[in-house]
């Protein structure tokens, strides 16, 4: 891992999710494999903080956590999956190219959201979708 990796990988994720998800993120990619409370005495972040921006990685597919034979849980951060994040707009615009307004919002939701049911996202998309032709009729 370079250091101009590991600052973009700051960058990225100062910007999608704030000063303290960056904050705990950045220190996984740095140091590797990790368990929660060396995380939270590492970063001098509170337990709870740690918890929490750990949480917000794992939904995005950012984070990985590993349960060892002791039951020690260790979280490891995945540099390569951050350094996608530079990608999304080429994924929205190929899938609005290839299947339209309704499959660019869908992508886009994903992306946004992290991981959710088909329902969720089939109810944000129809939603916006909603909105978006009440408005056309209102010009």
């Not at 929490?52 to 979280?75: D, M, Q, S, T």
């Not at 994924?91 to 992290?114: A, C």
Request: hydrophobic share 40%; net charge positive; charged share 25%.
């Amino acid at each position: 891992m370079t250091q101009a990796e590991i600052k973009l990988c700051s960058l990225l994720l100062q910007e999608h999710f704030g000063e303290i998800v960056e904050k705990i993120g950045v220190h996984l990619v740095r140091t590797g494999s990790q368990p929660l409370r060396v995380i939270a005495h590492d970063t001098k972040a509170s337990l709870d903080q740690v918890k929490k921006a750990l949480c917000v990685l794992i939904h995005h597919n950012l984070v990985l956590y590993h349960v060892h034979k002791r039951g020690v849980v260790e979280y490891e951060a995945q540099c390569s999956r951050v350094l996608r994040m530079l990608r999304y707009p080429r994924y929205i615009y190929t899938t609005k190219t290839l299947y339209g307004d309704t499959g660019e919002l869908i992508v886009e939701e994903l992306l946004l959201n992290g991981k959710m049911t088909m329902s969720a996202v089939v109810k944000k998309v129809a939603d916006r979708l909603t909105e978006t032709m009440e408005g056309q009729y209102w010009i």
